[in-house]
RNA sequence: GGCGCCAUCGUCUAAUGGUUAGGACGCUACCCUUUCAAGGUGGAGAUAGGAGUUCAAUCCUCCUUGGUGCUACCA
């Protein structure tokens, strides 16, 4: 009998989707799919104080626009499905049950002491050199010291018996990993508000909605063991576990807000498209194998091809470098498989492009905008910056920038410039308007190098840079016939 | 501190008991070219250290070192 893989992305909402947890959400639903499984989404927010308005929400929001659909979970009809509701929150009756279960089994037992206490005790067993760890004090209260004290209006909470001895936890990723019971603490599995922690939720839910393969982050592995327990504590089947490495800032510490944007929807903001995200967060700790050179995956091909063997156990760098390269990599393919499809989109491709920086006068098609569109095009398919880039100077006047326009490598500097700026514009006034056109302009920068005996660098690279006050950009007949003569007079003018 | 995990170019990684240790990003030289870019051809750049097993270790074992995670009534 062969059962149907379940897996499972479960987050906080506590905010935003983490592209950690993005990875993680991907790696549970590619490997359900590529073997013809579900992938389930479950609220995790048994925590009250950690409660963020609208993060579900958003959390959803961001998953759905990276391709990431579910087929089950708390905004789908009836119920979310045949395990629902998909919130933990509204499962407590579930809980209750399975904790009571354990109590009368003696897995579990009522803890009284204060955060006090707890705190006192905690200090006490450090400054022996101990690792702190519950007492079990009142895990040796009787029947009827349990019942005063619950009848006098005592806060409790549930914690689990760690039985004793070693389990070994069977990961996908990292093979047989041992840990002995004696330097694991008798987890809290109710709060005394009368939620239950993650360790319980998380075990009732995965068993409850048939989760087969649990796919999280490494930081749980330590806490495998009480899971573990848990399972054999009601008797149930654990499913098999694959412990993901930690995605890490570039001084390798874990992902972190501090040191760059760490939420999926700052990247989507920002611009990258959803191809290139996946793509690219999928290489980040997994690879196709066995001596594959293929980079470029759609999230279809990652199914095909996905197999938690090739997962590593190392984590890996988030390189924004290699995410531009393939943000790239997919906007110059889509571009070019739309354009060939549907050649009448090009217009408005270029434009959704360029967005950002189009005045609102300037989308309504004027000739100014054809031009520079026009400049722009062969940026899209060769340029890895955003088309914005080589666009925006089209509207906006530069700055004179001495630090690009001279360039040592170029062989331009002051005199040069003095020289070329004058000579260009006089050459380029002579032009009349409707011989305004990109071969003319060629024509009449090239005759200026011939006459001033320098290299076409020489009197390209300035002039570009000057009209354009950028690094990059469309070439320099482009940039003059798109700006027009007035335009380019007027800029060359005001540098003199 | 305790427990766990991890370790190939700067980064993402391939290889596996025998290779000139391969690719990609980034960096870089040259070529092409109407400047930059893109493209083409090259270059620099790695098996953390020490023992052991073996004819042979990047690969297997152990130790060290380093990094990192967990050690909450957070997940």
Redesign the pocket.
Known sequence: MSTTVRTRF???P?GYLHVGGARTALYAYLFAKKLGGKFLLRI?D??Q??FVEGAMENLMSSLKWLGIEWDEGPDLPDNGGPHGPYIQSQRNDKYRAAVDQLLTSGHAYKCF???EE?EEM?RKQ?AR??????NRKCCALTPAEVEEKIASGV???IRQKIPEGMVIVEDL????????SK?I?D??LV???G?????L??VVDDHDMEITHVIRG??????TPKHIWLYQAFGWTPPEYA?L??L?N?????LSKRQGDVAVEEYIQKGYMREAIINFIA?????P?????K?IYSIEELVQDFSLE?V??????F?I??L??YNWQWRRRKFLEAVEHDPSARTALIIAECDQYLAPEYKNNSELLARALKTVE??I?????PANDYIKFFFTAPEFKPEIVYSE??KVDEAIVKQVVPEVTSALSEISDSDWTEEKI?ETL?AIVAKLGLK??QI??PI??ILTGE????????VVWALGKEETMKRLKNIV
Request: proline letters at 6%; hydrophobic letters at 30%.
């Open positions: 479960a987050p906080s506590t995790e048994t925590d104080k950690r002491c204060t955060q707890l905690r450090e050199h101990e690792a702190p760890m519950y806060p409790f909470v990723i990292r093979g047989k990993v041992r840990f002995d330097s603490d987890q809290v709060k005394s508000d939620f239950p922690t993650y360790h939720a998380n490494e930081e749980w592995l330590p806490s412990h490495s930690l890490l570039a001084d390798r510490s874990k290489f980040l700790g997994w690879h194998g066995k001596g594959i050179e980079e090739n590593h156990k190392s984590g890996a760098i390189n470098e290699k531009d390269w062969e940026k398919i060769q340029n890895p910056k490598k170029m060629k090239m076409n660098g390209f690279w570009r840079a690094q990059f950009s469309p070439g320099v007949f482009e």
